[in-house]
T-cell receptor, first 117, second 113 residues
């Protein structure tokens, strides 16, 4: 399967600041990347789907102006949490789906733990 | 609407015992089914998947799952559990043309020594 990295793995920021999280597909051309949010002891909530070179498609209830997603290349997508507030504290996970092999399998990054003070 | 149900929120087994984690789905067409495992504070690792063909699929770490269309189930099994298997297990179904994953709520597995 694909190897996916996320950076940073952990970030603490002050309320009102913006935080950028990177998701990289290290050995896989990721035409599609997904961003998820996971609350403690809960399942994954899909936030948005991004296709390389296109605008992201956000799920209902997810504010696109607050969670900015850029998928500029086949190996990199970024999620920027703008004007972060304590309620944005969560575990954010990206996944990739590529063009080679099975196109219906998602491979996940290790996640980024965001804490907003 | 598509849905995935994992009836067991939490399961505890003894090391060396067998394991079965249940997953039921609701989906109109032939589903693509997945099991993922998540260790504490980690992302998700694909254990196995079913697209078509043999309904008994083998995965990594000694896991297997069986697709039963008549029961709309895709249960995960392991004959002998190791302490390192303690984790959260998620079942998911690939639904629709946009290929989003529909997730179960997960089953937390604890392993007693």
């Amino acid at each position: 399967g694909a190897v996916v990295s996320q950076h940073p793995s952990r970030v603490i920021c002050k309320s009102g600041t913006s935080v950028k999280i990177e998701c990289r597909s290290l050995d896989f051309q990721a035409t599609t990347m997904f961003w998820y949010r996971q609350f403690p002891k809960q399942s994954l909530m899909l936030m948005a789907t991004s296709n390389e070179g296109s605008k992201a498609t956000y799920e209902q209830g997810v504010e696109k102006d607050k969670f900015l997603i850029n998928h500029a290349s086949l190996t990199l997508s970024t999620l920027t949490v703008t004007s972060a507030h304590p309620e944005d504290s969560s575990f954010y996970i990206c996944s990739v789906r590529g063009t080679q092999g099975s196109t219906d399998t998602q491979y996940f990054g290790p996640g980024t733990r965001l804490t907003v003070l | 609407a598509q849905s995935v149900t994992q009836p067991d929120i939490h399961i505890t087994v003894s090391e060396g015992a067998s394991l079965e984690l249940r997953c039921n789905y609701s989906y109109g067409a032939t589903p693509y089914l997945f099991w993922y495992v998540q260790s504490p504070g980690q992302g998700l690792q694909l254990l196995l998947k079913y697209f078509s063909g043999d309904t008994l699929v083998q995965g990594i770490k000694g896991f297997e799952a069986e697709f039963k269309r008549s029961q709309s189930s895709f249960n995960l099994r392991k004959p002998s559990v190791h302490w390192s298997d303690a984790a959260e297990y998620f079942c998911a179904v690939n639904a629709g043309n946009n290929r989003k994953l529909i997730w179960g709520l997960g089953t937390s597995l604890a392993v007693n020594p």
